[in-house]
Structures are given as C-alpha cells and as structure tokens.
C-alpha cells in the first residue's frame, strides 16, 4: 500500500467520525454493548499477556532452579499487575453504564 493511499485513508476515518455524533434513535445502548466488547478485548489481552509470563517463569526456572524464589516472585508481582489491568477496565465500565 502506498503512502498516499494511507494518508487518504486516514484522513477519510477522521472526517468521518462527526457522522457518528448525532442522537441515537432506534433505542440501543451502544455504551452497553461496546463496554462488553472492552471487557472482553481486555480479558483476552490480560489472559494472553498471563499465559506468557508464566511460561517464561516456568521457562526460568527450568533453566535455572536456584533462582526459582525470585522469578516466583517477580512472577507473582507481574500477574497482580496484568490482573489489576482488567480490573482497572472493569470498574470504568462500572462507572460509564450505571
């Protein structure tokens, strides 16, 4: 894809977006829904990032058994971080559809 046709193609997603501000009339809560979807993209992201720590943990430990306490606790530090992102995503849906 050339430059030019990515140059227009984003111009063409910014000028667009006002026609998505007008009223909504056929009833849907769009909040609703997109904040399913958020929750769901954030799972998946906070399920995949896990899945890769932990194999790189056992990975660390595999390769060098001495240093399992301290990878086992890096490890544990990072999940409660990955873990706190969904969270973080789960009170703001909270807070924009109630």
Do not use: D, H
């Not at 894809?1 to 501000?21: D, E, G, R, Y």
């Not at 194999?55 to 306490?69: D, Q």
């Amino acid at each position: 894809m050339t430059l030019k046709k990515v140059l227009f193609l984003i111009a063409l997603f910014t000028l667009a977006t006002p026609m998505f501000a007008q009223g909504n009339s056929n009833g849907a809560n769009w909040v609703a829904i997109s904040a399913g979807f958020s929750m769901a993209i954030a799972a998946a992201g906070c399920g995949i990032g896990q899945g890769k720590a932990i194999a790189s943990a056992c990975e660390g430990i595999a390769r060098n058994p001495g240093a399992a306490t301290a990878i086992r606790g890096a490890l544990i530090l990072g999940l409660a971080l990955i873990e706190s992102l969904a969270l973080y995503v789960l009170i703001i849906i909270f807070i924009k559809v109630v």
